[in-house]
Each structure stands twice: as structure tokens, then as C-alpha cells.
């Protein structure tokens, strides 16, 4: 039995495969220069959950109430519809009111607190406030009755805008004074509140225009007379629509050989795989597997190692971009499994995968290889092709 000293070659064979566009996506999004009126959304927020967590203990019937626009989220928390108000994207600032009412009842301790109708204010400098009515009724009489009074200070930060629309997720929120004291002091000014969680829409159509004001952009004024004058003032909005259709799936190698360790038999060659990029554009988020599979390692003397003796360690990481992806988008991929050497390639394997409803985007994939070379083998140089599949 003689010994090598020579190198093994796998040599790497990254198939692509180009799946044609299913779905063209199309995007509009209205003005977003002024400010705009509020025609949807809803705001969640659980006021305080060791509050609810004490209240939904007590004696209530129920213990907390909800209604006139208010529900309750399967975590306990409470969702506000929104009912007016407007915000700003460029500035950053919004003022959103929302409806519903909150009742918290605990007779046997003597009180009942409602709260209602708050308003989350943001102040386009990273700070902002929570106003709501809270009535603190105690022993049957009113002990507090507050009408839009800041209850919490509210970290905030810039809107995600998608479409027009803005969203504030988790925004901090803890208790001003006027709010501990509607509490009745049970908590101090500063307690951490739960945090914030806030949508609105804009409305979709434009302010009526008045026919009758002369300086309405929309008088009619002939833009082929060089004499007729543009009125002077007014706003202008510019409607951008995008049509985004879908792309391909596909996969590029960083290289097509490679070349493991020189071993004897008995021992294991190592070496990496080459990096490859699975590119998902086809916006579908419909999921991908990229399996691999080796053939059998042939030497120019003849002599043979089987497929099953290339084993690998998959690993795999998303492409970082720095472009800001929609809020919910979740780009995941998965390194498939380690398979030892013995029980190894001779199979389809999975290299990495992407789950439906989280494959938008691009990902690498890179293996560490290792060829367990029997002891049984002749000296040469063996080669084989690893043939990557997407699909
Ligand atoms: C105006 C009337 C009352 C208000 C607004 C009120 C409010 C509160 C608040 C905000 C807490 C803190 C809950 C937390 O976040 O852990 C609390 C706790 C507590 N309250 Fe009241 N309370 C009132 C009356 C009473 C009365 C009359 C009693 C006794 C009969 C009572 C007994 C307790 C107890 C024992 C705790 C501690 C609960 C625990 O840690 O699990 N409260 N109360």
C-alpha cells in the first residue's frame, strides 16, 4: 500500500437555475411633502402590565372592560382604533388620536379607573407624550377626572413610512405626574410603562379644492397663454408610483475548484467549499433548498473513493444590504446538517434553505469539506464533481 503525497482535487460545479418572474408588485405612495390627515390605524398598548396582572386578580366583573373602539390583543394589551388626527413624514412629527375605552374595576379595594381616547403626540425630536381622560373613581366618588392630560413621556423614534403609512413600534413610554396622580400615587412619576406600539393611514384623497378662491391652484388658468399668470401661492404634490416586478432565483459560485489537504490513507483531507450566493428575487417569498451531491473520487491510476467518504459542515449567513427593509420582512436562511464522512455526499444533501415567507433577499452558503480517505486506497490524485441544485 503506498502512501500520497499529492493533492486530491474536488472540483465544483454551481448549477443556476433562473425561475421566471410569477408577479409584478406595485407600489404608490401619496404625497408625503405636507402634512396629512389620518384616515386609519390603530394603537397598541397595555397601559402596564403588572397593573393588569393586579387588576385581573381583584374581584372585578370584569376586572377590566373594554369598549368604543377598544379590544383586547391575545397578550393582554389593547388596541385603540385611530379616529383623526395628522402627521408630518418629512418632519417626523404626528399627532394621532384614538378611541376606545378602558375600564378597570377592583371594588374590593374601593376603586375603578377608566381610561380612554388616547392620543399619542410625536414631537419630530425624538421625545413625545401619551394624553388620555383617566377618571379615578374611589369609594364611589370621583377622585380625579382627567380630559387629555399627558399620562406618559414617550420615546420616540422617525416613523417607518411604507406606503404613505407610518408605523412607531415599541416606543417607551413611562408615567408623568399627572398621570401617577391619577393612580393615586400608587405609582411614582417616572415607573415604566409598557411600551408603544402605533399605526396610521393617511386619507386618500386630496382637501376639496374651493372653485370660488382665486388663489385655488385649481382656477382654471390657460398654460398656453404666456400672459395668463400661475397663481402665486399653493402646494403641489407629486404622486411617485414604482412597479416592481418580480426577478430570478439564483446561484453564483465564488469559485469552480478546490483543492483539499494532501493525506495518506487512513486520514481525512479537509478544505472549503467555495462561497455561494443564492439570490432571491423573485418577491415571492416562496422558500428555497440548495442541495448538493458528489460523484464517486477517481484517480488517473484507477483507483476509486466513494462518493458517501465526502462529508461537509454547512454554514450559511444573509447578505447584509443598507437599504431598509419593510417592517415584518424577515430574510432567514438555514445551514443544512453536518454529514460525516462515511455517510456522507453520495447522497443529496442540503447545503443551506430559505423557509416560505422569509427568502427575500440574498444569502451565502459555505461548507467546510472532508474527504475520509480508506485505508484501503491507492496513491494518486483523485478527483470528483460536486454538483450544487437550487431549487
Ligand atoms: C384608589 C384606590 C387604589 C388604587 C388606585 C390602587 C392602585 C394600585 C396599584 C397601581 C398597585 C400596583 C400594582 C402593580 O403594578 O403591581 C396596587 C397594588 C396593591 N394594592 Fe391597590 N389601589 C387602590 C386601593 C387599594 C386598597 C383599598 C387596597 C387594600 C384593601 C389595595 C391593596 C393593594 C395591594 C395589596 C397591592 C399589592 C398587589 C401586589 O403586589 O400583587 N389597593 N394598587
Redesign the pocket.
Known amino acids: 500500500m503506498g502512501n500520497t503525497k499529492g493533492p486530491h482535487r474536488v472540483a465544483l460545479f454551481a448549477g443556476a437555475i433562473a425561475i421566471g418572474a410569477a408577479t409584478a408588485l406595485t407600489g404608490v405612495s401619496p404625497a408625503l411633502a405636507a402634512p396629512v390627515n389620518v384616515a386609519g390605524g390603530s394603537l397598541d398598548w397595555g397601559f ?1 402590565a ?2 393588569r ?2 387588576i385581573g ?1 381583584g374581584n372585578g366583573t370584569p376586572p377590566i372592560a373594554v369598549s368604543d373602539g377598544a379590544t383586547r390583543n391575545s397578550d393582554g394589551t389593547f388596541d385603540f382604533a385611530s379616529k383623526g388626527g395628522k402627521y408630518d413624514t418629512a418632519a417626523g412629527t404626528a399627532t394621532v388620536n384614538y378611541k376606545g375605552t378602558v375600564v378597570f374595576s ?1 371594588p ?4 375603578q ?1 377608566t381610561l380612554a381616547n388616547p392620543t399619542l403626540v410625536v414631537d419630530g425630536d425624538g421625545t413625545g407624550s401619551l394624553l388620555a381622560d383617566v377618571e ?1 373613581v ?1 369609594g364611589g366618588a370621583v ?1 380625579s377626572d382627567l380630559e387629555q392630560a399627558e399620562i406618559a413621556s414617550v420615546v420616540t423614534t422617525a416613523p417607518t413610512v411604507t406606503g404613505g403609512d407610518i408605523s412607531f413600534s415599541n416606543l417607551a413610554s413611562t408615567l408623568t405626574a399627572s398621570g401617577a396622580a391619577a ?2 400615587g ?2 411614582a412619576a417616572g415607573s415604566d410603562l409598557d411600551p408603544i406600539t402605533a399605526t396610521a393611514s393617511a386619507e386618500e384623497t386630496t382637501e376639496p379644492t374651493d372653485p370660488t378662491d382665486p388663489t385655488d391652484p385649481t382656477d382654471p388658468t390657460d398654460p398656453t397663454d404666456p400672459t395668463d399668470p400661475e397663481p402665486g401661492n399653493g402646494s403641489a404634490s407629486q404622486t411617485i408610483k414604482a412597479a416592481v416586478t418580480g426577478g430570478a432565483l439564483t446561484l453564483t459560485s465564488a469559485g469552480s475548484n478546490v483543492a483539499l489537504s494532501a493525506a495518506t490513507p487512513g486520514q481525512t483531507a479537509t478544505g472549503a467549499l467555495n462561497s455561494v450566493t443564492v439570490s432571491d428575487l423573485r418577491g415571492t417569498n416562496s422558500g428555497w433548498d440548495l442541495v448538493g451531491q458528489v460523484t464517486e473520487f477517481s484517480s488517473t491510476g484507477g483507483g476509486k473513493i466513494p462518493a458517501a467518504n465526502l462529508g461537509w459542515k454547512p454554514s450559511a449567513a444573509v447578505v447584509d444590504s443598507s437599504l431598509v427593509d419593510a417592517a415584518g420582512v424577515s430574510n432567514k436562511v438555514t445551514a443544512g446538517n453536518p454529514v460525516a464522512p462515511g455517510t456522507g455526499l453520495g447522497a443529496s444533501r442540503t447545503l443551506c434553505s430559505a423557509e416560505t415567507g422569509s427568502s427575500l433577499g440574498s444569502s451565502t452558503c459555505g461548507a467546510a469539506l472532508e474527504l475520509g480517505i480508506p485505508e484501503s486506497s491507492a496513491a494518486g490524485e483523485y478527483s470528483a464533481v460536486l454538483t450544487l441544485t437550487l431549487a
Open positions: 402596564k403588572s397593573f396582572a393586579y386578580t377592583y374590593a379595594h374601593f376603586f379607573i379615578l374611589n377622585a393612580f393615586a400608587f405609582y
